[in-house]
């Protein structure tokens, strides 16, 4: 049955690996978008470009119209006021027209939106805009004088800035909306033929090319803009999917989570009840409690029995354990203890096997310790399994450390350290993982099922302690268990009563 974390994995590792993919998809899109885009660009750009367009002039819709009568109003100055009012009216309508063109731009259908077909019915209408602005020529008709040359310099001045920063991001539009006045007027004072008129004339074209540039560069900014936003948006996206694929990954986690606990509670019950059977009787059978086998071989058999199903319940109660752990269903049953004692105890229950193997076990007890607050079953088990992979790894005639003392801190302290072969550095963090066994360890000692340390370290977590794990090739291991100082009940100092004295008076 995989692990939760392992199919949160798979579901990772299958998402970068179709990371490429979709990085090959994005740029097939986007350029398909820039072949079918008019700005060469992204085709969804150009809706966009053309409806800020479309918005900058509906917005200056009022101002265009109101600027436009005071032009006239103040050409009429210099002019006939028919020749005024019938400029300003022209202008209006054709403002007009492009206002139209706009509304129904905003109100069609996105869906079935057509760059070039808007993009060409802009540029007709601000063609006409443009024109109704280059009839300021007429002005000179009724005369010539300086005056009215300066106020055509100065309205074509307002012309030019006001449309161009109007269609700053339609490019095709700004020209159009721009140079038949520009170069109309720049016409006419030439012909003129005075210094002040061809300076006049030369500034005008100076200032066309000016706020073309300018609306130029509004236009690469609203590309930009775009850009920063669609990348924005892809950026959401994929922090979308990858929300997404987390919370698909941490269901199937929960989801193999449970399934992984039914399974080791049923199968506990199940594989438990014919073991105690089989250990029961296997042990009957090697002590020949019922009288000697026939055969010889028969005891050998049964000490094979009872030890293979000793290993298999040991494995399958760490299993259990493991799982109530990670499951956070592990409940201490906290109490006072004396590390002291149940180092003493757990050095007596695997002195025989030390003896086995001819191992030395020093003990270095710190007399006179505190007892602490934790559960006494657990530490036991971690003193238990801290010994048991100590004399397993330890070579024939080694010796094995076990001291005891308080730390540095004022907690308190177990370190087991032996002379085996060690572990390389780079495998520490395998072994200290479930089912993990380093390299060196695997060939040099018995198999073992790799979740001793893995239980020790959840349980120093419980105890809100920690686990230490110290190893050098060819030289040894040590490993190291902390207990803070907050779990250690220290001596309090007798609390001596004050009596007062009895004083009997006699008369």
Known sequence: MPEPAS???????????????????????????????????????????????ANARLS????????????????????????????????VFTNLVVLLVARRFLKADKQKFNANRWTASFIFAETGFGVSWALLALFTIPAHNDQLAIVLFTMVLVGVATNALSTRTLMS?????????????????????????????????????????????????????????????????????????????????????????????????????????????????????????????????????????????TLINELLDLSRIEAGKYDLNEEVISLELIAEESLRMMQIRANAKNVDLITNIQPGLPKIWGDERAVRQVMLNLLSNAIKFTPQSGQIEVTVKRSADGGQIISIKDNGPGIPENEIPIVLASFGQGSLAAKTAEQGAGLGLPIVQ???????????????VRFGTEAICTFPRARVMDAVAPIHERQDRLQIYSE
């Not at 994005?26 to 966009?48: H, I, M, N, P, W």
């Not at 690469?220 to 919370?247: F, G, P, T, V």
Request: net charge neutral.
């Open 7 to 53: 199919i949160a994995n798979d579901i990772a590792d299958r998402a970068i690996a179709n990371e490429p993919k979709r990085q090959l998809q994005r740029a097939v899109f986007d350029a398909r978008q820039r072949l079918t885009s008019s700005t060469g660009t992204r085709a969804s750009y150009d809706y966009e470009l053309l409806a800020e367009y």
């Open 60 to 91: 200056a819709a009022l101002s265009v119209s109101v600027l436009v009568v005071i032009l006239a109003a103040f050409a009429s100055i210099f002019v006939p006021f028919a020749i005024a009012i019938g400029w300003a009216g022209v202008v």
């Open 173 to 313: 539009a700004t020209l159009m909306s721009t140079l038949p006045m520009t170069l109309t007027v720049a016409a006419v004072l030439v012909n003129m033929q005075s210094v002040l008129h061809y300076s006049l004339a030369a500034v005008l074209v100076g200032v066309e090319a000016f706020f073309v540039y300018l609306s130029n560069q509004l236009q690469r900014l609203s590309l930009r803009s775009y850009a920063m936003q669609s990348e924005k948006d892809a950026l959401i996206a994929d922090l979308e999917d990858a929300r997404n694929a987390s919370e698909l990954a941490r269901r199937e986690a929960e989801h193999a989570n449970i399934a992984k606990s039914r399974f080791l509670a049923t199968m506990s019950h199940e594989l438990r009840t014919p073991l105690n059977a089989i250990i029961g009787f296997s042990e009957v059978l090697k002590s020949e409690l019922l009288g000697p086998h026939q055969v010889p071989q028969y005891k050998e058999y049964a000490t094979d029995i009872h030890g293979s199903g000793q290993h298999l319940l």
């Open 458 to 472: 959840k349980i120093m977590e419980l105890h809100q302690g920690r686990f230490d794990l110290f190893s050098k």
